[in-house]
């Protein structure tokens, strides 16, 4: 990830919203947050589907000990299909962190294990999502894809990033378009 924010990062900071039809396990139904975009490609990660860990798992797994008031039970999502093993954070931008590049003025991604420690005591950013691995497009992909129909695109907001219900993500995205995407068919048309 490059260190600035959407110079030119066409999609960055938008959100990809899965169409009915896109029935790969990975991507049925998802929200992908654009982290960067350009011309090699693009990389982003899935925001509403949690997987069955917790941030307690995560702690146990790196030998964190969290504090009495860090936000364990807070669900770990699968960010994508790319290194599983990888973690990301997105939160609020500050520059308190090891590995963090600002995606746009409300959202910046960590990557390094000193935001995971400040989580684990309490003194991380109040509002975040954490996700294991992400999803990646080669150069061209993520536009061919467009193409055929498998993805919506809008600008992002982080009150669907970090405030709106999981399960309600999806629809919310596409309700800023003004697309009840629960209404849309499966099916692609011609006319």
């Keep these: ?34 982290c960067e975009h350009g011309p090699e490609g693009a990389m982003g990660l899935v925001i509403n589907h949690p997987s069955e860990l917790k941030l307690r798992d995560l702690f146990e797994h790196m030998d964190i ?39 746009s003025p409300q959202v910046s991604v960590t990557t390094s294990r000193d935001i995971i420690t400040a989580l684990a005591q309490n003194r991380g950013p109040r509002r975040f999502m954490m996700a294991l691995g992400y999803a990646g497009w080669g150069a061209g992909q993520l536009e061919e894809e467009m193409t055929s129909n498998a993805w919506l695109t809008v600008p992002a907001t982080s009150t669907i990033l970090f405030d709106t219900p999981v399960p309600q993500r999806w629809e919310a995205a596409a309700a800023q378009l003004g697309v009840d995407i629960s209404r849309m068919s499966g099916e692609s048309g011609h006319a």
């Design 1 to 34: 990830m490059s260190e600035t924010s959407n110079n030119g990062g066409w999609l960055s900071d938008h959100f990809a919203i899965a169409m009915p039809s896109l029935q790969d396990p990975n991507f049925a139904h998802a929200v992908i947050y654009i």
């Design 65 to 103: 000990e969290p504090g009495p008031d860090a936000p364990v039970d807070t669900p770990v999502f699968l960010g994508g299909p790319v290194q599983r093993e990888r973690g990301f954070v997105l939160h609020p931008p500050d520059d308190q962190w090891e590995a963090s590049a600002q995606v």
